[in-house]
């Protein structure tokens, strides 16, 4: 018989969502053979739906939420039995009872509840922040690429232990290197070099570009958001110059005009007519990327694509089955395969071991709230004693109350998972801002599915084990039996399980405490180191004439109007040219004195500068003189150089560097220049505070010709920096429209970016020891009032027996020394592994630090002197008679 | 060992007695409806089955998937001489304690009625 009627859908599906297996079958079975059979033809429609509504919304709640009475029967007997094989079939009943009793009996304690969601919260939501931290450096996908992990960076260069210097390689040598290779589908050469951008009637800008192969866009599997992206016949010599232009480049340029017929964009003066636009979030093959600009041309790198393989599987295959033709060839060309797209090989290293150590931290974190909250609970438990009994007697078996207890602390855990995840929106703010290990700085820390379900997974894993421990202390009497009889017993028989916790949670407190002061004393001596020169008031700007296409003489000429209408601006006290400015990786030469051999030469980091720049920089004069102004711009010929004291040292020792005469021999035709020494100056710091190595030769900024081409334009003013960009910008933009300033900033912020690393761990771990010692203050407290409260009839006794105050007090605190002195004792030992771990991050702190190892222990042992002062009174106020009665 | 039947229990009981050996889900129910004019749900009958059959009252054994079930097999019933004895035991304890007292009842009825009269 088949109803020609069907059966409503959405109950149907509803039941089908609540029940499960047999239950599902039979009664779903029985209400549909019944609709179809009785209902339906003797009732009609209407009713027949409304009865089925009822039927499966009444026998959800009947099966779920199924009584199961309280039967005082003894084991072994049939209904027992009965209960274990139907144990598969109410599993959804019994989560839904165990999570009926949990809120039940959390409601019950709101005051210990709450804390205990606080408390969890604060460790679930650390470990949360620094997981999406990772998630967003790590993991998070490129907007736009298809397959990301299938891709592979190929990089052909010269190879150090510090690192490489990637060669230029042209799209013919990549097609030679990978030919015969296996598994590859796509090169896609790219280079990223930065151009200037005009367009849409807006003010030219310097933007990141990439010059790449015309398959570039096919191999990543970027589709465009409007027009086309590159073909074949794009990137062939004498082709019509087009470009691709990023989302939001496209918004701010042409308004998203969907038709790009007509619309071009002037890069580096050269009109490229605008051919698509790339979706949005792409901005190149770096996770986060700059780049706004595609043009096809030559490349230094290159991508391609392994189908069906992974990354790390594409590795090995290239470095294992390393006996082919193919594979030898691709060795000698000095290429290697980084699997991957979206971070950099040696940015990956050091990030990796960036979060390695958040990520220790503030597990240390989420330790000290598990014990925290397991102490609590235990407490709570102590406190249930005479319910659970109850239970007991009613017939509630050990794996159902053990059930229950997990469901509770799972339930606990999810509720601080949640607030956690609060916590952790706030805390993940003080990421944003940070350049992780050379990378660009993290704009915005995203909390995404991936995130939420790392959180789900901790508050449940935390939540078995904050659940499970004290079970498992009482191993030796049986899991279950334990467990049940813990909160009665076992507190009381083993009260060194809870002092445990106390110096768990003291002992991290401390390690953090001296982390947070090793960082703090680490940006101290970085702070205090003499830079050499003074940052303070200076503006550093960029200008790159020789992009635009302007000749030798012009650059001059542009040079020496910008140098004299900005001096002229109010407020200006100086302003110089420079090749760079300074926290740059400058160019490294090797120079040695005339009349020595070649052999003595030494290594130096060369900056062309003009005379002002030592002026605007405050760098002192040592001896000699600098550069007058007619040298900056003279070429050939001896060049008047300028020594840092530290170079002056090392070449000519303790004689005179002045009127000295060096030499250097040009790579590329082994020419050989000299320099005449003019002038000392006081050593200044190069890229980084950490280094002292200081060998600097400065030189006139016209003595290297492709300095004209991009040079820092340094300005000292009095007035704000806001207010002198936007004069000097004036200045710049009255010259040549087209020439737009960039990589604007502060030298002050360019110093204090160098350390924006050390300022996140220092900040992280200040944050999270105040979190760890407030966590572990209130244990204390706790542990020591229980105790007292404990011993409430000893202490009456004592009294009694004529015991004064000072006696009580010092006993009960002697015990809490005690523990405190533990805790400290291996909070200590963890530090000195910690210190191991950031040694390299340090400096002018010794990781083993007795001034900061007396600091943390000191402050520790006063925090638990006040958090176990408060209960030892309470002790000493005992009224011996009360106590005698008391139970 | 628990003695006692719960009312819904000792209801089904009676409707498994008369159902013989044609006992589901939706006869019991039906049965149950018509008798009492108490609408029960599916999942109710169900419920209190699997807590007979598990103190060994009933046992139930599942047949072929049925077509105008949806495809989906069907659970049958019978009532096994312990289910028998322990109705017999609850119902003999009913009319125990009810033996002499339906006068009483009556008049207690007839003022709840009477008091419900005049709302």
Redesign the interface.
């Given at each position: 018989?088949?109803g020609h009627l069907s059966?409503p859908r959405l109950p149907r599906m509803l039941l089908s969502l609540l029940l499960r297996g047999?239950?599902l079958?039979?009664?779903?079975?029985?209400?549909?053979?019944?609709f179809?059979?009785?209902v339906l033809p003797l009732r009609g429609a209407r009713f027949a739906r409304g009865w089925f509504w009822?039927?499966a919304l009444?026998?959800?709640?009947?099966?779920l939420f199924?009584r199961r009475r309280g039967?005082?029967?003894p084991p072994g007997?049939?209904?027992r039995r009965?209960?274990k094989?139907?144990r598969g079939?109410n599993v959804v009943a019994g989560l839904h009872h165990d999570l009926r009793y949990a809120y039940r009996s959390l409601v019950k304690h709101p005051g210990v509840s709450s804390l205990a969601v606080v408390t969890l919260a604060l460790g679930i939501g650390a470990t949360t922040s620094i997981f999406s931290l990772a998630n967003t450096l790590v993991f998070s996908p490129i907007p736009g690429v298809r397959d990301m992990e299938r891709q592979a960076e190929i990089v052909v260069a010269e190879w150090n232990e510090n690192g490489y210097r990637p060669r230029w390689v042209m799209p013919d040598n990549y097609r030679e290197i990978m030919e015969g290779l296996p598994a590859w589908d796509g090169i896609a050469g790219y280079s990223r070099p930065s151009v200037h951008v005009a367009g849409g009637g807006a003010t030219p800008q310097r933007l990141g570009a990439e010059s790449v192969m015309a398959s570039y866009f096919d191999v990543l599997g970027v589709v465009p958001r409007a027009g086309r992206l590159f073909q074949g016949s794009d990137d062939v010599p004498g082709a019509p110059p087009v470009a691709v232009i990023s989302d939001r480049l496209w918004t701010r340029l042409f308004h998203r005009t969907e038709d790009l017929v007509g619309i071009t964009v002037k890069l580096n003066g050269v009109q490229h007519a605008v051919i698509g636009v790339v979706p949005p979030g792409f901005h190149g093959t770096e996770r986060f990327g700059n780049t706004d600009v595609w043009f096809p041309g030559s490349m230094n790198a290159h991508i391609h694509h392994f189908p069906g393989l992974t990354a790390s599987q594409s590795r090995a295959r290239y470095l294992t089955e390393g006996e082919t033709d193919a594979a030898e060839r691709f060795r000698e060309a000095d290429a290697r395969v980084f699997p991957g797209l979206g971070i950099n090989d040696y940015a990956r290293e050091r990030l990796s071991q960036t979060l390695r150590m958040l990520m220790g931290v503030v597990v240390l974190v989420l330790l000290i709230a598990c014990a925290n909250v397991t102490n609590l609970l235990v407490f709570q438990g102590i406190r249930r004693q005479g319910e659970r009994a109850v239970r007991r007697a009613l017939g509630a078996s050990d794996a159902r109350v053990l059930r229950e207890q997990l469901t509770e602390s799972v339930v606990l855990a999810l509720m601080g998972g949640a607030v956690g995840v609060l916590f952790a929106l706030g805390l993940a703010k003080i990421f944003e801002g940070t350049a992780f290990g050379g990378m660009r700085a993290v704009e915005h820390v995203q909390l995404d599915l991936r995130v939420l379900a790392f959180t789900v997974g901790v508050s449940v894993l935390v939540g078995i084990v904050f659940g499970t421990v004290p079970a498992l202390m009482g191993i030796r009497r049986g899991f279950a039996a334990a467990f049940k009889d813990f909160s009665i017993t076992e507190a009381r028989r083993r009260p060194f399980v809870r002092a445990g916790f106390a110096v768990l949670q003291l002992a991290a407190s401390v390690t953090l405490l001296v982390g947070a002061l090793l960082f703090l004393g680490t940006l101290r001596n970085l702070n205090r180191v003499d830079l050499g020169f003074d940052p303070d008031g200076v503006t550093a700007f960029y200008v790159s004439p020789g992009d635009q296409g302007y000749s030798l003489d012009q650059m001059m000429a542009y040079h020496t109007s910008l140098l004299d209408r900005v001096r002229s601006l109010p407020g200006v006290q100086s302003a110089s040219l420079s090749e760079y400015a300074p926290f740059a990786y400058y160019m490294v030469d090797n120079v040695y004195p005339a009349g020595e051999p070649e052999e003595a030469m030494v290594e130096v980091h060369k900056n062309g500068v003009t005379p002002g720049y030592f002026r605007t920089l405050g760098i002192q004069l040592l001896g000699g003189r600098v550069f007058t102004e007619g040298e900056a711009f003279t070429t050939g010929g001896d060049y008047p150089v300028v020594l840092s004291e530290a170079l002056a040292a090392r070449l000519f020792g303790q004689a005179s560097a002045l009127g000295g005469e060096l030499r250097t021999r040009r790579r590329y035709d082994g020419s050989v220049d000299s320099f005449r020494v003019v002038g000392v100056v006081r050593n200044t710091t190069l890229n980084s505070l950490r280094e002292d190595d200081r060998m600097m030769l400065y030189w006139p900024l016209s003595g290297v010709r492709s300095s004209l081409g991009r040079a820092a334009l340094l300005v000292k003013s009095q007035q704000a920096p806001a207010a002198v960009t936007a004069s000097v910008t004036d200045v710049a933009e009255a010259l040549d429209s087209s020439l737009p300033l960039y990589g604007v900033a502060g030298l002050q912020e360019r110093v204090e970016a160098t350390l924006s690393e050390e300022w996140l761990f220092a900040r992280t771990l200040a944050l999270l020891a105040a979190v760890a010692v407030v966590l572990a203050s209130v244990g204390l407290y706790g542990l020591v009032a229980f105790g007292v409260a404990e011993r409430t009839r000893e202490f009456g006794i004592r009294v009694a027996l004529g015991a004064d105050q000072q006696r009580i007090l010092k006993l009960v605190m002697r015990q809490a020394g005690l523990l405190a002195l533990l805790g400290v004792g291996v909070g200590l030992a963890g530090a000195v592994g910690l210190g191991r771990i950031v040694e390299g991050r340090l400096f002018g702190v010794e990781p083993v630090n007795v001034i900061v190892y007396v600091t943390a222990a000191l402050a520790l042992a006063l925090v638990a002197l006040m958090a176990s002062y408060r209960p030892a009174r309470a002790a000493t106020q005992v009224d011996p008679v009360a106590a005698l009665r008391y139970d | 060992m628990n003695m006692f039947l719960g009312e819904f229990e000792q209801t089904l009981l009676f409707a498994l007695l008369e159902a013989g050996d044609d006992a589901h889900g939706v006869v019991l129910r039906r049965a149950i409806e018509e008798r009492t004019g108490r609408a029960v749900t599916a999942g109710a009958v169900y419920t209190a089955l699997e807590r007979l059959t598990g103190r060994g009252y009933v046992s139930s054994w599942l047949s072929e998937p049925a077509p105008e079930r949806g495809g989906r097999r069907k659970k049958h019933y019978r009532l096994e001489p312990d289910g028998a004895l322990a109705l017999n035991r609850a119902l003999e304890q009913m009319r125990r304690m009810s033996e002499g007292l339906d006068q009483r009842l009556a008049e207690a009825v007839a003022q709840a009625g009477g008091r419900r009269g005049t709302e």
């Open positions: 018989m088949t059966t047999e239950v079958e039979v009664v779903l079975g029985d209400i549909e053979e019944e179809a059979a009785h009822r039927q009444g026998s959800a709640r009947s099966v199924a039967r005082p029967l007997r049939p209904e009965a209960s094989r139907s079939r | -």
